[in-house]
């Protein structure tokens, strides 16, 4: 017999959770790949979005095609390597109204042995994988707080979990975000913020496919990797993120969602 108040196990049909109607959410990297395809489904749940990019004009492209699904998107083109950058990023998204969702999603990959690494590569991989997500995470944590909560969603990466000849910087970096997803958790569930992470797998974009690339045989290497047998598009990562940040997911947080296919099993 368990209490009359003890929370019930139906949700009454209500299915709304999974949406994101009337949220303002934020999204780096925005302008290709993975979070152009976050951008596009998250304005199909009923988000409106800003959406940043170093990248004006692919930018441009990702709002013009949130706008095509009724959605306003506020473009701020900005360079996640530097901190003050994102500040202004959050200020003009905060003008705009609370912001309920802030994914991190800006990142590039460098593939270098230690050996060849200088310090001016470690500090550009450093300052937009890690740095980027690091003050993302800061302001959005700022401007969540008094309006009591939010959700932040970063992107890490299935090399934080696997040792890889050549991405040592790449991983480290990745392997920060987890750490930080994890910490931040702690931080801020007591203010009603929730802080996940996706560690997407190999997954086909801009930087997956670079121009000059035997793409075929990369993919063919990479899907027969997954139980399931193929590589990863950016709607798969996407639908994860839209979960994580819906209410949907209110009782997850501190967790590294490895939507890889079955490619790692930590
Ligand atoms: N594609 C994969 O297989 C894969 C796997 C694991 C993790 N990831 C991660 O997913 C995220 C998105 O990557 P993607 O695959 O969509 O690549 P992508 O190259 O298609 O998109 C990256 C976006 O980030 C933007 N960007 C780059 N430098 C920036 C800067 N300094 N400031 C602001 N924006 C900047 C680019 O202009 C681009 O629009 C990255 O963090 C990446 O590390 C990708």
Redesign the pocket.
């Known amino acids: 017999m368990i209490a009359p108040d003890f929370p019930q196990a139906t949700s009454g049909g209500d299915l709304s959770v999974f949406g994101l109607a009337g949220a303002r959410v934020v999204v780096?990297?925005?302008?290709?790949?993975?979070?152009r395809a976050a951008a596009v489904l998250f304005a199909q749940a009923g988000a409106d979005l800003v959406l940043?990019?170093?990248?004006v004009d692919?930018?441009e492209a990702s709002g013009d095609l949130v706008r095509a699904h009724g959605r306003e998107a506020l473009i701020v083109p900005?360079?996640?390597?530097c901190p003050a950058a994102i500040d202004a990023l959050a200020e003009q998204a905060a003008a705009a109204g609370p912001i309920r969702g802030w994914c991190n999603?800006?990142?590039?990959?460098a593939k270098q042995t230690v050996v060849d690494t200088d310090p001016a590569d470690y500090a550009r991989m450093l300052d937009?994988?890690l740095g980027?997500t690091f003050w993302g995470c800061r302001a959005a944590a700022r401007r969540m707080i008094p309006h009591g909560g939010g959700a932040i969603v970063n992107?890490?990466?299935?090399?934080a979990d696997e040792p890889i000849g050549g991405l040592a910087l790449?991983s480290m970096t990745?392997a920060g975000v987890n750490m930080l997803t994890r910490t931040l958790a702690h931080e801020l569930g007591p203010s009603g913020i929730r802080v996940n992470a996706v560690?997407?797998?190999?997954?086909?974009?801009?930087?997956?496919a670079p121009v000059g690339t035997d793409l075929d045989a990369v993919v063919a290497r990479n899907a027969a990797r997954s139980p399931l047998g193929r590589v990863?598009s950016?709607d798969d990562i996407a639908f994860a993120m839209l979960y994580l940040l819906s209410d949907a997911s209110r009782f997850v947080t501190g967790q590294i969602w490895r939507v890889n296919g079955g490619v790692t099993m930590p």
């Open positions: 780096t990297g925005a302008g290709s790949g993975i979070g940043a990019d170093i990248n692919a930018v900005t360079d996640c390597a999603v800006a990142g590039a990959v937009l994988n980027g992107i890490s990466s299935n090399a790449y990745k560690a997407p797998g190999f997954t086909l974009t801009g930087m997956t990863g950016p």
